[in-house]
Each structure stands twice: as C-alpha cells, then as structure tokens.
C-alpha cells in the first residue's frame, strides 16, 4: 500500500485534475492519463519505475501491473 501511495504522491505533482484519475483493466492499473510525460521530472520517472509504474505511449499516462487486478 505504501508504494501505491508514494506513486500517487508523485502523480499529484503533475496532475490536471481530471474528473477519473484512474481506470483499471485487465490486471493494469492506470493513472494520470493526460500527464505530458516531459513535465514530469527525471527523478520521478525513475522513483515511479522503482514503484511499479511505468509510462503508457498509448494512453499518455503511467500504468502499473503491480496493484492487483480489477
């Protein structure tokens, strides 16, 4: 739980306050759709890969396989 937590922390910084931050589909967790991966800095990269998250071409967000299924 604690990682999850830390990744949203992080998420939060580059928010854009979107009604559904999150979905879930097939065992994969997104968040922050919509987040231009350019504004989110080198550090939090590599901390979000740490917990689990990785960028998301397709859907121009961070996802995760990490966090349980739906």
């Excluded at 931050?21 to 919509?34: K, Y």
């Excluded at 990269?45 to 998250?53: A, N, P, Q, S, T």
């Amino acid at each position: 739980m604690k990682e999850l937590i830390q990744a949203l922390q992080i998420l939060l910084k580059y928010a854009n306050d979107t009604e559904y931050p999150t979905h879930c589909e097939h065992d994969q967790l997104f968040v922050g759709c919509g987040i231009a991966l350019e504004k989110v800095s080198e550090t939090d990269v590599k901390k979000l890969d740490e917990l689990g998250f990785f960028w998301s071409e397709e859907l121009e967000g961070f996802t995760s396989y990490k966090f349980g299924s739906c």
